[in-house]
Structure formats: C-alpha cells, structure tokens
C-alpha cells in the first residue's frame, strides 16, 4: 500500500467528503469474496425503497380511527400509482426479512461473527429487532380487521409477561383497548423513533464492517494477518451487489404490481370492527412461529414460556452467538456443531412458522363452515316459525316480564319523556319499525357503534348493551314493544300510506340537504355533523308517522329536545318524511 | 484491468439509471396527484334570504358554514363573505381574502373601507382596492339567487 500523506488533505468539506466516500467505496477485499456476499447490500437497497415508500405513504396517511382507514382507501384508490406503492412498501418489508434471513445464515455460515466482528454481529442482531419492530408497529396503521386484529393479539402478547405485562399493553396501546390513542403512537414509533434507531444501526454496522474488512473464507481466526487483498470493493464487488439490487428491485415492481391487481387477495379488508366476531386474528406471517408457541404451551404457566421466555431467551442467545461459539475455526466442515445448531434453530423457525400458518387456515375453515352452518340453520327454522303464529298476547306478556327481568327499566321510561338522551319505550311502537327493533335487539352495540366512537360527549356515554338475546326472547320483547303505541301523540298519516311520488322525494331531499340543512346537526351518510340522531338509516329504523311528529313538532314529543320547530307546512312534512324513509 | 473497470463502472451506471427510470414514473404521478387530478368546485350553499342581507350602501358580513370534501373527509369549514350592494341592484359577494398575500380583511366601519391586518391592503366598500399592495380588486364569490335564497358557491370537491 502507498505511504502515507501521498495525498494531501483535500481542503474543501465537499472535497474532503468526496474523499472519505472513496475511500469507503475502495475497501480492499479479500480474495473469494463475491456473489455470496451481496445479500447486506440488498438489505440496504431494500431499506432505502422503504424510506422512500414510507415517505410516499406518509403524504396521504392519517394515524385517527375515523381517518386511517380511508386515508389508505384513497391512497389504495385515488392517488396515482397508490396502490403500486402501498404495494411495494409491503413487499419490500417481506422481502427485507426474508433476506435478512439469507444474511443472517451467510454471516453464520462463512463463521464472520467471529473475533474481532463479534459486535458487528450484535448491531446486526439489533437492526433485525428494529425491523421487526417495523413489522409490528406498521402492521396496525392500515386499520383494516386484519391490522386490528393481529394487533390485538400482538399487544396481548406482550402484555402477558409476568409483572409488567398489564403495564407495558396499557403503555404500547396508549390506554386499555386499541384505539384513537393506539394508532398515532404505533405511527409516531414507525416514523420517527424506529428509524432513527435504524439509522444508527446501520452506520454503526457499517463502520464496523468497513472497520474490520470483509472476513476472509475459510481463515481461521487470528490469522487474516498475511491474508492479500485482491481488490478493491469498487466496482468489482459493488457491480455484484447493484446487479442482486436490481433483481429485487424487478422482483418488487412484480410483485407490487401483482398485489395492487389483488393476486393476493383483496389489497385492503374492510375496516377495523371491534365487534366483529366472524374474524380469526392473523399476524403478519413472520410472526407465525411466534404466535403458534401460545397453541403449544398449555395455559398458565406454559403461555408465559411461549410469550415472554422463549422469545426472551432465543433474543439473548442470538446476541450472545459469537461470545458462546468459541471454537477459531470458520470452515463449516472444522464446526459441525455449529452448523447443526444453527441447522436446528433454522428448521425450528421454519417448521413453527409453518405450523402457524396451518393452524390459522384450519381456523379459518372451521370459521366458514360454522357461519355456513349458522345461515343454514336460519333459513330452514324461519320458515316453520312464519307459518305457524305464536298467541300475541303470551308474546307482550313474556316481553313485559323480559323487561324487569333485564331491568331494562334502569334506563328506559315506559311511560314518562325521553331521560338524558336515552329513548323512552312508551310510545316505542309508534317510534321505530317493528323489523328494525328485532335486529337492533339482536345486536344493539354494532348499529350504534360509529356515532359512539366518534363523538363520544355529543352522544350519551353509555349505551346499549347486547344482552345476547335468543331469538324466542327478541320476539317476546318486539311483541312487548311493539304494543306501546301511543296514536294521540303519534296520529298515524293516510297520507304517508303508499308508494311515494318520485317528485316528492326529491322536494324532500331539497328540504332536508338545503333549504333546513338538518346535516348541521344530523348525520346523513358521510354528510353532516352527529349531534343529533344518525339519520342514515332512517328509514330502516323510524316509522313514518314518527318521523312526521317530530318534523312537525319536536317539542310536543319531547319538551327538552335541541331539535328546532321547522314550522313546516304539513304537505312540506309529507315531502320530507318521503324522502327520509328512502334513506335504508 | 483498466477496460473491465470502466465497463464495471457503465454497468453500475446503466443498473442504477434502470431502477431510477421505473421508479420515476410512479414516484411522480403520485407525489403530482393532487396537481394531476381534477378537482370540482365547491357546494352551493344557502347564507340567507335576500332581502334580509340587501339594502344599506354598507358590506354585510356573512358567516356560514361549508364542507370541503378533501379525497377521504369531508369537513365542515366556517366561511365568511361581505354582500355588497351591486351596481344593478343585485347583490354581489366579496370573498375576504385579500389579493395580496390571502389574509383575511374586515370591514372598518369609521374608515368605511376594508382593512387588511398583514400588510395595509386597503379597498373601498365596492371590493376596489384603493391602497397598499393589493393588485387586483376583491375577489367575488359565484352567487346566485334564488326563490329569494341567496346562494353562494364555496369550498371544492376532491
């Protein structure tokens, strides 16, 4: 090699920092170095197109429940080339892992972990926690029920260490349950924090890379000393490396483009529901073999093995590889228990993950032939039932006996005005359609839970609660309700009988969108405000004779309500409760 | 050893070039959406009866609310305006936005001119500018009248 100060200090900082890449770039390497050495270089390719996707994404992207989920429908739908994007940001991920596999095996193979790289390997062990942590936390942010899902179960899995676990799921999801406090943390820890740690990670790793040189194959440890270095990285290996760059680099664009025409399914599920109970939790598949250690252990004790002690364990012993393995050879052949180590942890990684997955479909299976069995069953025992009237008087009087057995009571009126914005029952049969409360009996907390999530304040807190009601005791209590009609409070309309005149729905509509606005404090559709009543579905759920009361005169129905007196014509009113029982 | 390292360095060059050529086309389109896709315009909206906001040679502040639909929200934004009577008697809406730099101006009932807080932009009762840096007069906003509502059309729709 040249002596020293052959070049002098370049004066400029540009110059100076030319120099520096140069000198990076010109690392000597030794000899039989080459195609087997490309996968780090991939790595950082595949880690720069994530920064830059990720960057992409975060243009569009917004980390709130009510936002996160059509943020990414419309970067998925609208904006141009999204859903190429989006794609190649989860395909980079997978393929960022999957080649932080083959590198992983490489260094451990070639013995490169060995002195003096030993903390080159533990800041190699790091970035791959790091990247799974972006694994982790990116996993949620689309809020779709497989986001949701594998969320829930992913914090679970933390929280059920021994001692801290309660605490540490309160901390990573910002409160008790998944939410508006769980979505910005997980984007705040994806965005800012994770890839600041990669950044010094990576440099880190590098520098110590470039410190020590590339191991030389084969060489024991001790003796690189006279080992010669047949070329410079630059361009020789760097070719090599651009060239396996390139071919993930097609592979991606294959990909994406494959995922965004949905040749993996539906890009993006439906949106997160909490009370979705039709949904088996899948994580992403790199977390498989993890998630399958909890089939594996028993309960109690064994799921903290599978939760907190394996995972522990397997983390300290990887770091811990080139302190454990102090045999100075490099060459497979001279380390065969190494090599079966690793053989064995390898094939245990793969087999798990594979079990997972299998488990998850057979999951998946026994769910759809249950719903399948479900609906059939449905459909068979509602004919019988149709065809054969039960006595309506036992009906009420079985609801009426349901309602202080459930003490519905607690919170409904069945004879006074609405209370604290809960509904009184006495006039509920003239309120609401007798098909509308059978399903809303069923299950009262989905219809409701929108509005609720959203403006939790402007609605009452409390809601209602799905008391799992059997079909036999949803009857009873619709025949109970039902019967509580009021018809001088609630006169029924001739008018509204019969289909409407097209023309009147759309004097209707006019009345309700403009010339009164009832989307100031009424929800239509993506329309208007939640202050009021969610009118969405009002026509699914308000009788016509209710709706033309309380047009016409809110006050009379309930004397605290905020809603206005229109002081409507009655013909306006026909018009407008046409149009509002369009609205299913 | 000079050739093969010169055809490396093409090489390494033509690789790169190819990965930034295909990532060129989608990386643009969809940092450019917002200038590539059409947006519409904004919803007519109802401020209130005619003649209860005309008469008086004095601009009238309106406030309404309006919905900017943004791609994947639709928000609820508060709006103003200024209605000036018109020259044919038919009223005309001024938009507050000063012409300069987009602040927004107020009506100065002693000066009898609108003011604006940023950088002095002065106009005169008719939407004129009069003083200061403005370039152009105030801007109207499309209004229409109808059954006796005025109408105006605000906001725009992604």
Redesign the interface.
């Known amino acids: 090699m040249a002596p020293l100060a052959v070049e002098p200090t370049p004066k400029t900082p540009l110059k100076r920092f030319l120099a520096l890449a140069r000198e990076f770039l010109d690392e000597p390497l030794p000899p039989r170095v080459g195609w087997t050495h490309v996968f780090g270089g991939v790595l950082l390719f595949l880690l720069a197109i994530q920064a830059l996707t990720g960057f992409l994404l975060a243009l569009y992207y917004s980390p709130s429940t009510a936002t996160a989920y059509e943020s990414v429908k419309y970067i998925q739908e609208r904006a141009i080339f999204g859903g190429l994007i989006r794609g190649m940001h989860r395909w980079s991920a997978n393929l960022l892992i999957v080649t932080l596999g083959i590198h992983i095996a490489r260094v451990f193979i070639w013995g490169a972990y060995k002195a003096p790289r030993r903390w080159t390997w533990v800041s190699g062990c790091l970035l791959l926690l790091i990247v799974l942590g972006f694994g982790f936390t990116g996993y949620l942010l689309p809020w779709d029920l497989k986001a949701y899902f594998g969320t829930e179960v992913g914090t679970h899995i933390a929280g059920s260490a021994p001692g801290v676990g309660p605490m540490a799921l309160t901390w990573l999801r910002g409160g008790s349950q998944l939410g508006q406090l769980t979505l910005p943390r997980f984007y705040a820890i994806h965005v800012l924090l994770l890839p600041a740690l990669l950044v010094i990670g990576v440099v880190w790793h590098l520098w110590q890379i470039r410190g020590h040189g590339i191991t030389p194959p084969w060489v024991r440890v001790g003796e690189e000393r006279g080992i010669p270095r047949v070329q410079p990285f630059f361009p020789f290996q760097a070719a090599r490396d651009n060239a396996a760059m390139l071919a993930a680099f097609l592979l991606l664009i294959a990909l994406a483009v494959m995922e965004s025409r949905g040749y993996f399914g539906p890009p993006l599920g439906e949106k997160a529901d909490p009370s979705n109970a039709d949904y088996i939790p899948r994580p992403d598949w790199y977390f498989l073999g993890l998630q399958h250690l909890l089939r594996i252990f028993p309960a109690g004790f064994g799921q903290v093995l599978a939760t907190t002690v394996i995972p522990g364990l397997a983390v300290v012993l990887l770091l811990a590889v080139p302190f454990l393995d102090r045999n100075p050879e490099r060459s497979p052949r001279r380390r065969p228990v190494a090599m079966a180590l690793g053989a064995a942890v390898a094939l245990t990684v793969i087999l798990l993950t594979l079990a997972g997955d299998r488990a998850v479909r057979r999951e998946e299976r026994a769910l759809n032939q249950r719903l399948a069995a479900a609906k059939a069953k449905a459909e068979t025992q509602a004919a019988p039932t149709e065809s054969a009237p039960r006595d309506e008087a036992d009906l009420i009087a079985g609801g009426e006996a349901l309602f202080e057995q459930l003490k519905c009571g607690l919170c409904h009126s069945l004879d006074g005005p609405p209370q604290g914005g809960v509904p009184t029952l006495a006039w509920e049969g003239s309120r609401v359609r007798e098909a509308w409360l059978r399903v809303y009996l069923k299950n009262p907390t989905r219809i409701h839970w929108e509005t609720n999530l959203k403006r939790q304040g402007e609605r009452p807190r409390l809601r209602m609660p799905n008391f799992e009601l059997s079909d036999n005791e949803v009857d009873q209590l619709t025949a109970f309700l039902t019967s509580k009609q009021d018809p001088q409070l609630i006169p029924p309309q001739p008018e509204l009988e019969g289909s409407a005149d097209p023309a009147a729905i759309e004097r209707g509509e006019k009345l309700v969108h403009e010339t009164h606005r009832c989307t100031a404090c009424h929800r239509i559709g993506d329309d208007g405000t939640p202050f009021g009543p969610d009118l969405t579905h009002i026509g699914l759920r308000g009788r016509p004779d209710f709706l033309y009361a309380i047009i016409h005169n809110p006050q009379r129905l309930d004397s605290r309500t905020k809603m206005k007196n229109l002081r409507l014509a009655p013909d306006e009113v026909i018009d407008a409760v046409r149009y509002l029982t369009t609205l299913k | 050893m000079l050739t093969r390292?010169r055809v490396?360095?093409l090489?390494?060059a033509g690789?790169?070039a190819?990965?930034a050529a295909?990532?060129a086309?989608?990386?643009l389109?969809?940092?450019?959406?917002p200038i590539?896709?059409k947006s519409g315009a904004g919803e007519w909206i109802?401020i209130g009866l005619v003649e209860d906001l005309q008469g008086g040679p004095e601009p009238r502040r309106v406030d309404f609310?309006y919905?900017n639909d943004s791609?994947?929200?639709?928000e609820?934004v508060n709006g103003y305006a200024y209605v000036v009577q018109g020259e044919d008697s038919s009223p005309r809406i001024l938009s507050p936005n000063c012409t300069h730099m987009g602040c927004n101006v107020a009506w100065n009932d002693e000066r009898k001119r609108f003011l604006c807080p940023c950088h002095g932009g002065q106009y005169a009762a008719d939407g004129r500018n009069v003083a200061g840096p403005p370039p152009r007069p105030l801007d109207r906003l499309p209004s229409r009248v109808e059954n006796g509502?005025l109408m105006i059309q605000v906001g725009s729709h992604t």
């Open positions: 390292r490396l360095n090489l390494i690789m790169n190819l990965i295909v990532l086309a989608p990386v389109g969809y940092i450019l959406t590539l896709r109802s609310r919905k791609g994947y929200t639709v609820t509502v």
